[in-house]
């Protein structure tokens, strides 16, 4: 029998797609989820926070007085600092993620952020900014690896696809919330304009906190550990409401427990794991490709230099500049959660391709418009660049935003499941490096010409997308775990589900 995708009918995801009930009807799934915001889905509203405390302090005044008007690499380092604690800290987070479980990698990140956010507060000159900002890098993908794979590992399948994919776009809501408190502070005609900004960034890390142990561990976790009566009892509370007949449930438990064996005959949980074998060594490649992607498509330069690109085309007004990066991360946020919303509704090369060609075009035309301005001073040309800003929005959340974390943790069985995020993140941090160093000297440099580089890159990346990314729409994470193996190992794993479901109905039979 074969799926829609192509795959093998999973007899899982067909019984979740099948499900008449509704989440919100569901009232443990239900709880579970209103739980998950807080204390998961939120992790990515301190990256969102970053990038506007940077990007939106450039515009104020007291923050340049204090920092002696940074401009290119010293202006780079203050804003690449949190990337660099990140690169730091990743190699132990599989360790701590693994040993540990989800939700106490969740909490060291957490403390470690708002140990960071009170230094940069209260920062008395540049190099304590700069630490403070490593130290809240570094906690931060201890957060942000735990986090993508608990929603992911505690998600009904029915929504989880969804649920990855609004953890990306809670970016936004950080981003919003920093912009809009520096937009209030640029009032205040002191060093507490930048200041209480910086100390709001341990919001999202205080909620965590608070709330992550309310939170159930993840079940995979708990099998991988020998501690099948707990991470039962999380799965028929939470996917079958209680009922521990559930056809559903016992499906899944024998999918999880059989995947799970294959998967640890298989592996050594070692780093040495992700280049054994050639589909390991595809995944790191996809991994690490992605990585780069999201933070190279050219959004470090719409996120952390607003102002620069703004200077380009004649808008100068700190105030109009402020308004205008407001608005932009609201209308980013309203993106954002739409391509969550109909990731169900798409194939996942389908949204790749689509968005990726988007921004390329985007960049295109930005490029020229800004091309334009600066040879004839065209008022047109400067609003039309205003524009494309804006436009590029829609096009980078429909795939790298929406699909990220989505498509990690589809691709990466659990055994490597949060080395393969930790690849994704060193990739992605040590871009944001490069970019958040390079950009503002790329800029001052030669100008506008600096947007063919991105030009040019993006086109490369479309490339690759093409010919590199498989699909994974329509299929479990159990399923999922054999996408580049022999097909034997995955039979394994169905036979056990079938074998436990005729079970059931066999039971059934014999009652009537």
């Not at 515009?59 to 002696?68: E, H, R, S, V």
């Not at 205080?206 to 079940?219: D, H, K, Y």
């Not at 040590?430 to 991105?454: C, D, E, H, R, S």
Request: glycine share 8%; charged share 15%.
């Amino acid at each position: 029998m074969v799926a829609a995708d192509g795959g093998a009918d999973n007899r899982i995801h067909r019984l979740a797609m099948d499900d008449p009930i509704p989440w919100y009807k569901k009232p443990n799934l239900r709880s579970m989820y209103l739980l998950l915001f807080p204390c998961v889905i939120g992790i990515e509203m301190t990256s969102g926070f970053d990038s506007q405390i940077i990007n939106s302090a450039q515009l104020l005044p007291a923050w340049k007085a204090y920092f002696g008007n940074p401009t290119g690499a010293y202006n780079g380092i203050l804003a690449s600092a949190l990337p660099l604690g990140s690169v730091i800290g990743l190699p132990l987070i599989p360790i701590v993620n693994d040993t540990f479980g989800r939700r106490w990698c969740i909490m060291f990140g957490s403390c470690v952020m708002v140990a960071g956010t009170l230094i940069q507060g209260f920062s008395f000159n540049a190099p304590m900014y700069i630490i403070a900002r490593g130290i809240i890098g570094f906690g931060l993908p201890y957060a942000i690896v735990a986090g993508s794979c608990l929603i992911g590992e505690l998600g009904y399948p029915k929504e989880r696809p969804i649920l990855t994919s609004l953890f990306n776009a809670c970016y936004f809501i950080g981003a919003i919330v920093a912009a809009g408190c520096t937009f209030g502070t640029q009032e205040i005609k002191n060093d507490w304009s930048w200041r209480i900004p910086s100390l709001l960034q341990m919001a999202p890390s205080i909620l965590q906190i608070m709330f992550v142990f309310f939170l159930p561990e993840s079940p995979r976790y708990l099998m991988s550990k020998d501690r099948y009566e707990e991470a039962e009892a999380i799965l028929v509370k939470y996917h079958a409401e209680g009922n521990p007949n559930s056809e559903f449930v016992r499906a899944e438990i024998a999918e999880i427990k059989t995947t799970l064996e294959i998967e640890m005959e298989n592996s050594k949980r070692s780093w040495g794991d992700l280049i054994r074998t050639a589909g390991m060594r595809r995944r790191v490649l996809i991994g690490s490709l992605l990585g780069l992607f999201t933070q190279l498509s050219g959004n470090v330069v719409i996120s952390y230099f607003l102002g620069d690109v703004l200077k380009l085309i004649g808008y100068t007004d700190p105030s109009f500049q402020t308004k205008y990066n407001l608005g932009n991360q609201c209308w980013s946020l309203i993106c954002g959660v739409s391509a969550a919303l109909v990731v169900m509704r798409f194939r996942r090369r389908t949204m790749y391709l689509t968005g990726i060609l988007s921004i390329l075009a985007v960049y295109v035309a930005w490029t020229i418009c800004t091309a334009i301005f600066i040879a004839n001073k065209s008022d047109v040309a400067a609003k039309m660049s205003l524009f494309w800003i804006y436009a590029y929005s829609p096009a980078y959340n429909l795939c790298f935003n929406a699909l990220t974390y989505t498509y990690l943790i589809e691709v990466f069985p659990y055994a490597q499941r949060a080395r393969g995020i930790s690849i994704f993140q060193f990739w992605g941090k040590a871009a944001q490096f490069f970019g958040t160093n390079v950009n503002p000297i790329g800029t001052q440099a030669i100008g506008w010409k600096y947007l063919l580089v991105y030009c040019c890159w993006i086109f490369a990346e479309a490339v690759l997308i093409w010919f590199l990314w498989p699909e994974t729409s329509g299929r479990s994470l159990e399923e999922l775990a054999f996408l580049f193996e022999e097909k034997e190992l995955a039979e394994r794993a169905q036979a056990a589900v079938e074998k436990t479901v005729n079970m059931q109905h066999a039971e059934e039979h014999e009652k009537v």
